[in-house]
């Protein structure tokens, strides 16, 4: 193989892996569509991890749990005071706001972390379905109230 044939593999194998492997979508982001489309949003405290206690670089969606309390009920009907989802903090906890859709049996959920009672967080590709708030009146969360009442 001669030096411009290995050039040019080389740069196709770095600009494919770019391309494949960056965060984007095909998508048009947009959040008022997210909150009409999401069936339940949730504004949630994370309380505590679930499950074996993991040093802080090996948590990962699959092998890590975070029990939560329901603080609110934005939309949609949910009766349980505490839930649990697959995950892990990246700071002290705190306040969600978490927006789920019903889950259709898709075999990526499974990978990507287990339902929550019929509900799923991995619905909308790099939307803000699970923000961080600063507290229970977070401009978002005052947004996201606003929306649900106007539809």
């Known amino acids: ?29 947009d959040p008022k ?38 603080e609110e009920v934005v939309k949609g009907q949910y009766e349980k005071p505490t839930f649990i989802l697959p995950g892990f903090l990246t700071g ?5 706001l978490l927006m789920l859709k019903k889950w259709d049996g898709s075999l990526s959920e499974v990978i990507a972390g287990r339902p929550l009672d019929g509900y799923t967080i991995s619905w909308y590709a790099l939307g803000p ?10 401009p978002w969360v005052q947004w996201v109230r606003e929306q649900v009442k106007r539809n």
């Not at 411009?4 to 982001?29: K, N, P």
């Not at 949003?41 to 679930?50: F, G, H, N, P």
Request: net charge positive; proline share 2%; with cysteine.
């Open 1 to 29: 193989m001669g030096r411009g044939t290995l050039f040019v593999s080389v740069m196709w194998i770095l600009l494919s892996a770019i391309t494949t492997f960056s965060c984007s979508t095909s998508m048009h982001l």
């Open 33 to 70: 569509t997210m909150v009409v489309q999401a069936d339940l949003i949730l504004r949630a405290t994370a309380l505590e991890y679930v499950g074996p206690e993991l040093p802080m670089g090996t948590r990962r969606l699959w092998n890590s749990n975070i029990r939560f309390s329901v």
């Open 92 to 96: 002290k906890g705190g306040q969600f």
């Open 129 to 138: 379905v699970n923000e961080q708030l600063r507290a229970s009146d977070d």
